[in-house]
């Protein structure tokens, strides 16, 4: 018996061959946990509880009718069913994946559904504000899943398709995700109204290293390359704590005696309100990627969503609102404006 079912509604897509039901959802998680072989590594990485993953992979074992698992004080390994679904299991989420976008370009007269994207926290009053307001009003029936985090947990709910698209920072290559460039912004030092530096234009990078910074984590590639321009300069960043949260950061700037490094999209708001002050810092820049799945690809909804993306982005960059940001892409025409 062989009969294959595709609900094109998105994530909940599911699988029926030889008897054996399998959605979407069972199938990432399996290429998760084979991956790292380890159901906590896994868990961790998906942002799902332990039991919840394990009572994913039962079913499925369940379903199949044999383990995919040799669980030992060793480790964990695959079985030969295993195996051989770990081989089979990204062809099928990007045949059914491929499946979707043509159904959806062919026959879907507009976008609709759940879009669920994520975004860098940096942007939220520059660009994803303005861009979930317009995009709501232009395509009223696609239902927008906003996720703000950092680049590391981004892409790891893009690899195992829990949101379906992603603007993050700068994106090492990898074989799972297709990174289109978006912008790149020049990064600024950023102090208090009185700071010393208030009226100058530009500084130079090692001059950074002589203030008291609130610095990004140590993954983060903010402060990866301030790492990398004082190893350089042999010189120690005197850093007084360090956080991931933008807003945290820019209100103790504004409190006085710390200063920050940090993209002007980050701090558009303070600046404007005269709260912050904040001068770029010479060849010290950052790119903004926009990032989706290899396997899952993009639905009819996120093209638009991506086109509408780029064209605010665009338009923010060229009325003088997103300073010394350059764009790194060329914008496509949406199935919708192509037709």
């Known amino acids: 018996m062989k009969n294959t079912h595709y609900n094109c509604d998105g994530y909940f897509i599911s699988v029926l061959v030889a008897g054996i039901f399998m959605n979407l959802k069972q199938i990432s998680y399996f290429i998760k946990i084979a991956e790292l072989r380890s159901f906590t590594l896994a868990a961790n990485a998906l942002y799902v509880s332990q039991p919840a993953l394990s009572r994913q992979m039962s079913q499925l074992e369940d379903e199949i009718g044999t383990a995919l698992f040799i669980r030992s004080d060793k480790g964990l390994k695959?079985?030969?069913?295993?195996?051989?679904?770990?081989?089979?299991?990204?062809?099928?989420?990007?045949?059914?994946?491929?499946?979707?976008?043509?159904?959806?370009?062919?026959?879907?007269?507009?976008?609709?559904?759940?879009?669920?994207?994520?975004?860098?926290?940096?942007?939220?009053?520059?660009?994803?504000?303005?861009?979930?307001?317009?995009?709501?009003?232009?395509?009223?029936?696609?239902?927008?899943?906003?996720?703000?985090s950092v680049t590391g947990p981004l892409v790891e709910d893009i690899k195992s398709g829990n949101i379906d698209c992603a603007l993050v920072f700068e994106l090492d290559p990898s074989a799972q995700v297709i990174a289109e460039p978006f912008v790149k912004e020049r990064l600024f030092l950023v102090g208090p109204?009185?700071?010393?530096?208030?009226?100058?234009?530009?500084?130079?990078?090692?001059?950074?290293?002589?203030?008291?910074?609130?610095?990004?984590?140590?993954?983060?590639?903010?402060?990866?390359?301030?790492?990398?321009?004082?190893?350089?300069?042999?010189?120690?960043?005197?850093?007084?704590?360090?956080?991931n949260a933008v807003s945290t950061m820019v209100s103790c700037v504004v409190l006085g005696g710390y200063y920050s490094v940090l993209p002007y999209s980050s701090i558009c708001k303070a600046v404007q309100e005269g709260k912050v002050v904040a001068v770029p810092v010479e060849d010290l820049t950052l790119d903004w990627t926009f990032v989706y799945?290899?396997?899952?690809?993009?639905?009819?909804?996120?093209?638009?969503?991506?086109?509408?993306?780029?064209?605010?982005?665009?338009?923010?960059?060229?009325?003088?609102?997103?300073?010394f940001t350059e764009a790194l892409f060329t914008r496509r025409l949406s199935p919708q404006d192509s037709r």
């Open 293 to 323: 799945s290899k396997s899952f690809g993009l639905s009819l909804a996120a093209k638009v969503f991506r086109d509408f993306l780029f064209a605010q982005a665009e338009s923010t960059i060229a009325s003088g609102s997103w300073p």
């Open 78 to 148: 695959l079985t030969d069913a295993g195996v051989l679904l770990r081989q089979r299991a990204p062809s099928i989420l990007s045949d059914v994946a491929q499946l979707r976008n043509d159904l959806q370009t062919a026959y879907s007269q507009a976008p609709a559904g759940v879009l669920s994207v994520g975004i860098g926290m940096s942007l939220r009053d520059i660009l994803t504000v303005p861009v979930i307001s317009g995009f709501q009003k232009e395509y009223p029936h696609v239902a927008l899943d906003i996720l703000e």
């Open 193 to 243: 109204p009185d700071a010393d530096f208030r009226n100058r234009t530009t500084m130079r990078a090692e001059e950074i290293f002589e203030n008291a910074l609130i610095s990004t984590k140590a993954d983060n590639p903010i402060r990866k390359k301030i790492e990398a321009i004082a190893q350089g300069l042999f010189k120690e960043p005197k850093i007084a704590f360090e956080t």
